[in-house]
């Protein structure tokens, strides 16, 4: 075996639909409706491949990008910037990423959670007969140009037909808190619903 055909570098294809077409049978080539079709899968393939290969080369890790290259892993999962910085826009990436593969289960739902309204202690409800409760208990509350992101990435995440609420609160909030305790009226600070 020679080096080159033990190489693992990521290597750029410029021209997936000659390659595609290059792939067809011999009789097929001719076929103008079937070159066509070939062509323009080819190109879905090509813009992926456009959009993936500089985040890949780039960016590296997803953790290790910022500025344009987070713009980019963004247009890969379907996560547009609108005006977050890097530090929240990475958690929305990371997020999006889940939300598209996941199946809308409860670990799913409070990973998803978790990442959006973070740093927090996240908390699952039931609420029959189809429903659940989300809480994050924050340091401090979210953002609204957050908070909407938020409410729209886990409406994402939620499997349809299910009816769900979202609620943040700040430490000591009116009601059970995270750690068991009891906070009453004269304590607690009530929690927000935001979806």
């Avoid at 055909?5 to 290597?11: G, N, P």
């Amino acid at each position: 075996m020679s080096a080159a055909e033990t190489t693992t570098e990521l290597v750029y294809v410029p021209d997936h639909a000659d390659v595609a077409v290059a792939d067809l049978l011999h009789q097929d080539r001719d076929k103008p409706r079937l070159l066509a079709l070939v062509r323009g899968l080819a190109a879905g393939v090509q813009e992926l491949e456009d959009l993936a290969f500089p985040a890949l080369v780039d960016g590296g890790v997803l953790d290790a990008s910022s500025g344009a290259q987070l713009d980019q892993w963004g247009a890969l999962v379907g996560e547009p910037r609108l005006g977050l910085g890097d530090d929240d826009y990475r958690r929305f990436i990371a997020a999006r990423v889940l939300v598209n593969i996941g199946s809308g289960t409860v670990e799913d739902l409070l990973t998803v959670w978790g990442l959006v309204t973070g740093p927090s202690v996240v908390r699952y409800f039931l609420t029959p007969p189809a429903g659940y409760r989300l809480q994050a208990v924050r340091a401090a509350w979210l953002d609204p140009q957050v908070r909407r992101r938020v409410v729209r990435i886990m409406a994402d995440a939620s499997p349809a037909g299910v009816e769900y609420a979202l609620v943040t609160s700040i430490p000591s909030p009116y009601g059970y808190g995270p750690d068991g305790a009891v906070y009453g009226l004269d304590v607690g600070t009530y929690a927000r619903r935001i979806a």
